[in-house]
Nanobody
Framework: QFVESGGGLVQPGGSLRLSCAAS????????IVWYRQAPGKQREWVAT???????ESAASVRGRFTAARDSAKNTAYLQMNYLEFEDTGVYYC?????WGRGIQVTVSS
């Protein structure tokens, strides 16, 4: 239901913007939640943008990652700045228990 894009390989300190496109206005109705899963680790929560527009983020990414939404485009975003090696993993968007397939982000020099 969701199509994610924007991942790839980036050097430490670089930036990426992940996009999560929906075929409906689901992001206007439900909180958007981003998760990630690093190799060999459990999936972890990264950031949330609530329907009301409040943004929340995990301590490990606070000040570097920002969740956003463009309701007109039915698209959610995760802006990631100052990327670190530890940010490597597969990133997922989720809303109303519907998940994207995940997209790879690799931070490497």
């Amino acid at each position: 239901q969701f199509v994610e894009s924007g991942g790839g390989l980036v050097q430490p300190g670089g930036s990426l913007r992940l996009s999560c496109a929906a075929s409906s206005n689901i992001f206007s109705l439900y909180d958007i939640v981003w998760y990630r899963q690093a190799p060999g680790k459990q999936r972890e929560w990264v950031a949330t943008m609530t329907v009301g527009g409040r943004r929340e983020s995990a301590a490990s990414v606070r000040g570097r990652f920002t969740a956003a939404r463009d309701s007109a485009k039915n698209t959610a975003y995760l802006q990631m700045n100052y990327l670190e090696f530890e940010d490597t993993g597969v990133y997922y968007c989720m809303a109303d228990q519907h998940w994207g397939r995940g997209i790879q982000v690799t931070v490497s020099s």
